[in-house]
């Protein structure tokens, strides 16, 4: 019926009305014509039965049947008449009755309801008071058939059909013709757009419009709108043509443009690689003589000097360190702006690094007055994940600043754990001071590079203004962030979190060289033994006769970074006392005591050092440390038998000189090599200890003597220590992967360099099995993808580009909870196959998500797609 045609369509419509319309007039006419012809009925009934009362009341009076019959049998001839009855006033039984079809009355009832009529289906019940003289002298009751009323009813009907017949024949005919002079307009309608539409042309015109009618004015407004069609059209036409002129013309300035572009690109590129040239360049050429400068300074200080001397030594390692400062940070930017620095992530000693920042600028703080705290909840981790340098980095900055910007009052370094969870924890280091402050206006820039507070500032306190542009930039490289509060005069918080990877219980620490204490057995020992187990410390508890051992055979001491003893165990304490004042390989041995009271170990002794379980645990571990560490003017390795000569491998005479010096001054065999061709001749004829190894050298630059060296199996167990002053390329990874163990960055100390060679030298001889593990891990340590097989790559790279699709669908939807959980499930795997930088940036994501910050989310989600390509591109896919 949908697609019936319209005049169709309208013909049953009328056809429906019209069989409506002949239901309604004929229900009508029928129900008129019933009641109207009984109730004709009723009055002639009711005349008749007037008329019949009259002349039957003498033959009730006189109880003559006979007249009574008579009368009764005049009603014979009204064949609708079917029954009739004369009753006496009081008798039940008629004087006279008529009964055509023996209908069984209930006469009593009749004439109890007296005078009264009634219609049935069939029939009409009269009954009628026979009244004389006021006086009722009995009944007549008649039954009239309704048979005449249905036949005339009938015949009215048939009438009224056949009109109406007649009138539908006619009203069909008219609604035709009125249908067709309807629908033919709008066929014509539709049968020129049909046609327009099929070929385009809008020339064709409606002929309806020459009425004034409403098909007339549709007509009208139909062939308008063609006109207005056919001219727009035409505009559009020519239109296009100019567009596609313009296009061509826009197109060829594009193509253009994008080779200008492409060319002033290729331009930039090479300007930024000769920056990065230059920079790398000067960066060996200003470090190198810097390296010479702090060496002799640090080798000097260590010769008989009188106090001035001493003083302009200081001055001049004090000058040549804040150069050093300066030229970092230029470097450092350098590197952020080029999109170089990357995370350098390794298993730390936190507690080391925090110890470390504090001594660093303890002093300086004590010559400014200035009271300087480090504080930090205990639920803060010792071993972490991350990249330590930038850490260590971020907080001499910010602490840099404070202690510059404050002349009185307090600089302090809180440190909390503000989230912990079984695989990661989020820290919140918090740098305060009482200093200046910053005005509120000027905190929106205070990032910004070359930026301070105001000039004056500059002119004031010096600084180059990048130490802030560069934490905040290794803040977010962590993946962390960094707010800053204050108010002028008031003081300034530099508040930054960030997320770091704690071991989990089969994480060995192997990059770690976590100190063996030796514990007695003591009063209170089991509660030291917990206390020292909970700050990462290797326990081992010595009863008194594995004590009493060690004494007997005291080398067997030396496996023990520490003895630690009660304060009950003067003896022992005693005893090695006395051991170390003619031992050349001292054991380090102290008591413990609970509570500061309890120092007085030895009435017959000056106060001895002791630890204090009562006190915090950062202090606690700084002086464990500070136990356990030999003094930097100690370093010496002459009491060390075997050690075979170390190969120095470096061109620059100055530094050559100054780095031999330290070396034989330490108690060390020195070989020289000006060049790594010359390096690999001398190994092939000779035995050392230990490799120090320049990286630019002419001949024979060092990462490919490194190379030709470890070729030769023997020589695979041999450390060998990167020295270089190309901060800007940081080629670490290149040295380790060249087949180096360790890297020391110019300019270096005397220190450091003691330090390294002393950790390196130290180390236990290996067979070649562990030597390939220990070197894969250093590796592992400067990387942030543990290597796997192919078929597990093939399973990795699957699951993550399903989370990846997973989490963008859910991002498009912003179903946070499925964000959630895909980020849960993303991290697990990063964390399974260590993955490191990517936990970090799911972590973070993980917690903007449970936050319910959905468009921070979406800013956090491109770092991790640049995260996984990158984990792609080396080599992982």
């Not at 620490?509 to 003591?522: E, K, N």
């Not at 390795?637 to 100054?658: C, S, W, Y």
């Amino acid at each position: 019926m949908k697609t019936a045609p319209i005049r169709r369509k309208l013909k049953l419509l009328f056809s429906l009305c019209i069989l409506f319309m002949l239901l309604v007039a004929g229900s009508i006419l029928a129900v008129n014509a019933f009641f109207s012809n009984r109730a004709v009925l009723l009055h002639e009934v009711n005349a008749l039965a007037e008329i019949t009362g009259q002349s039957i009341i003498p033959a009730l009076i006189f109880d003559d049947e006979r007249v009574a019959r008579k009368t009764l049998d005049a009603l014979q001839i009204q064949k609708d008449i079917v029954y009739a009855a004369a009753f006496k006033q009081g008798s039940q039984k008629p004087i006279a009755v008529i009964d055509k079809k023996n209908i069984d009355l209930a006469v009593n009832e009749k004439l109890q309801q007296c005078p009264h009529y009634e219609f049935s289906l069939q029939q009409l019940y009269m009954c009628k008071q026979l009244v004389l003289d006021d006086e009722n002298q009995g009944y007549l009751i008649l039954v009239v058939s309704l048979q005449s009323v249905y036949q005339q009813l009938g015949h009215q009907i048939l009438l009224a059909l056949i009109g109406l017949s007649l009138s539908s024949v006619f009203i069909f005919w008219v609604m035709d013709r009125f249908s067709r002079k309807l629908v033919e307009p709008i066929l014509e309608l539709l049968s020129i757009s049909e046609e327009v539409a099929a070929s385009g042309r809008f020339d064709k015109r409606a002929e309806i419009s020459q009425t004034d009618d409403e098909i007339g004015r549709l007509g009208k407004a139909f062939n308008s709108m063609l006109e207005k069609t056919a001219y727009w059209h035409d505009q559009l036409l020519h239109q296009k043509e100019i567009l596609e002129e313009m296009v061509e013309k826009r197109t060829l300035a594009l193509i253009d443009a994008k080779n200008k572009a492409m060319e002033l690109a290729e331009h930039a590129q090479k300007a930024n690689l000769a920056k990065s040239d230059f920079l790398s360049m000067m960066s060996h050429e200003i470090r190198t003589p810097l390296n010479a400068i702090i060496g002799f300074s640090g080798l000097m200080r260590t010769t008989d000097l009188d106090p001035k001397q001493q003083e302009f030594i200081q001055i001049i390692k004090q000058s040549a360190n804040a150069l050093l400062m300066q030229v970092n940070d230029i470097l450092d930017f350098s590197k952020i702006e080029a999109g170089k620095m990357e995370l350098d992530s390794c298993w730390f000693d936190l507690y080391a690094l925090l110890i470390a920042v504090k001594q660093n600028h303890y002093h300086v703080c004590t010559l400014k007055a200035v009271h300087f705290d480090v504080s930090m909840s205990d639920d803060v981790p010792r071993y972490v994940y991350g990249d330590c340098q930038k850490l260590k980095q971020i907080l001499f900055n910010l602490l840099s600043n404070a202690i510059k910007f404050t002349d009185q009052g307090f600089v302090k370094l809180d440190i909390r754990c503000e989230q912990k969870q079984a695989e990661l924890c989020q820290l919140k280091f918090s740098v305060s001071d009482s200093g200046i402050g910053i005005a509120s206006d000027k905190l929106p820039h205070l990032f910004e590079p070359f930026t301070q507070a105001d000039s004056s500032t500059t002119r004031e306190f010096g600084g180059t203004g990048l130490g802030l542009a560069i934490s905040q930039r290794m803040v977010e490289l962590l993946g962390g962030d960094i707010v800053v509060n204050s108010h002028p005069g008031q003081g300034t918080t530099f508040t930054c979190q960030i997320p770091l990877i704690l071991p989990t219980q089969n994480e060995h620490l192997s990059s770690l060289r976590i100190p063996l204490i030796g514990l007695s057995d003591s009063h209170d020992a089991e509660i030291m033994e917990i206390r020292l187990h909970d700050l990462g410390y290797s326990v081992e508890v010595l009863n008194k006769e594995q004590r009493q051992l060690l004494q007997k055979q005291p080398e067997k001491a030396l496996r023990y970074a520490l003895l630690l003893l009660s304060a009950q165990d003067r003896d022992e304490l005693d005893f090695w006392l006395r051991h170390n004042e003619t031992a050349t390989q001292k054991v380090t041995c102290v008591c413990w005591v609970m509570t500061p009271e309890l120092i007085e170990i030895n009435h017959n002794r000056p106060e001895l050092p002791c630890l204090h379980l009562k006190d915090d645990h950062l202090s606690l571990v700084e002086n464990i440390d500070s136990l356990i560490t030999t003094e930097l003017g100690e370093i010496s390795f002459a009491h060390h038998t075997g050690l075979k000569p170390v190969l120095l491998v470096e061109d620059n005479e100055i530094n050559r000189q100054m780095t031999k010096n330290i070396l034989i001054q330490a108690g060390l065999s020195v070989e020289i090599a000006t060049n790594g061709q010359q390096a690999v001749a001398l190994f092939k004829n000779n035995d050392y200890s230990l490799v120090l190894m320049d990286c630019h050298m002419p001949v024979m630059d060092g990462l490919t003597a490194t190379q030709r060296i470890r070729q030769d199996k023997k020589n695979k167990r041999v450390p060998i220590i990167a020295l270089t002053a190309d901060a800007f390329t940081g080629n670490q990874k290149a040295c380790l992967k060249a087949g180096m163990n360790d890297f020391l960055s110019k300019p270096f100390s005397r220190v450091q360099l003691l330090k390294k060679v002393e950790h390196w030298l130290l180390t236990p001889i290996i067979d070649n099995k562990t030597q390939n593990t220990i070197e894969q891990m250093t590796q592992h340590s400067l990387s942030t993808v543990e290597p796997v097989s192919t078929h597990d790559n093939t399973a990795l790279l699957a699951q993550i580009e399903a989370l990846i699709n997973q989490i963008e669908k859910a991002l498009a939807s912003q179903d946070m909870a499925e964000i959630e959980h895909a980020t849960q499930q993303f991290k697990a795997i990063a964390m399974k196959y260590k993955l490191h930088k990517l936990v970090l940036l799911l972590a973070d994501l993980e917690k903007t998500v449970a936050q319910g910050k959905y468009f921070k989310a979406v800013k956090q989600w491109k770092p991790i797609i640049d995260a996984v390509d990158e984990i792609k591109n080396s080599g992982l896919g």
